[in-house]
């Protein structure tokens, strides 16, 4: 089928749109996990105030005041998430990098593909073009051998009678 095939630009623009959608999808999945990640920092540096004013009253206390301990795994559990949802986020734009980088890389060759069947083209219509030139030039020479030949039949003929 040729390149401008109707079946061929539909398969194309298909293709096209599906690398387009993954990379949509792909980034507002990092805008997502960015602002989960922002609202983890923040409730991160809440939970460390919280603990600094713990750890204060406490110091200042003579007695241990409960529940410190807790609140201190809590806060690392916490940042643990933290660090977990940063490095998923790096995995992402790692991700969408490579998708970028793979869309480029389908569009180069793309574009190879159409200059190799332009260039193609370009020269079975010159070896067509040449072809038909030799095959005018032996027509040519069939009409004045053959005008030739019935020329020569007619002398002949007149000769014989």
């Given at each position: ?21 993954l ?35 406490a110091?200042?206390?003579e ?5 410190a ?11 643990e ?6 490095n ?39 070896k ?11 027509k ?22």
């Open positions: 089928a040729p390149t401008n095939h109707p079946a061929r630009l539909a398969e194309r623009v298909a293709h096209r749109r599906g690398t387009q959608a990379y949509a999808a792909k980034s507002s999945q990092i805008i997502a996990a960015e602002g989960v990640l922002q609202a983890q920092a923040a409730r991160i540096e809440a939970l460390r105030g919280q603990v600094e004013a713990i750890f204060r009253r110091s200042s206390a007695e241990p005041v409960a529940g301990a807790e609140f201190v795994e809590g806060m690392n559990r916490h940042e998430r933290h660090f977990a949802l940063f998923c986020i790096n995995d992402l734009k790692a991700e969408e990098e490579h998708l970028l980088m793979e869309r480029h890389s389908l569009e180069n060759q793309m574009k190879a593909k159409c200059f190799a069947r332009w260039r193609l083209k370009k020269e079975q219509d010159k067509f073009r040449q072809l038909t030139s030799q095959l005018n030039g032996f040519k020479g069939m009409k004045y051998h053959t005008a030739s030949y019935e020329q020569e039949a007619a002398q002949l003929r007149a000769v014989a009678e």
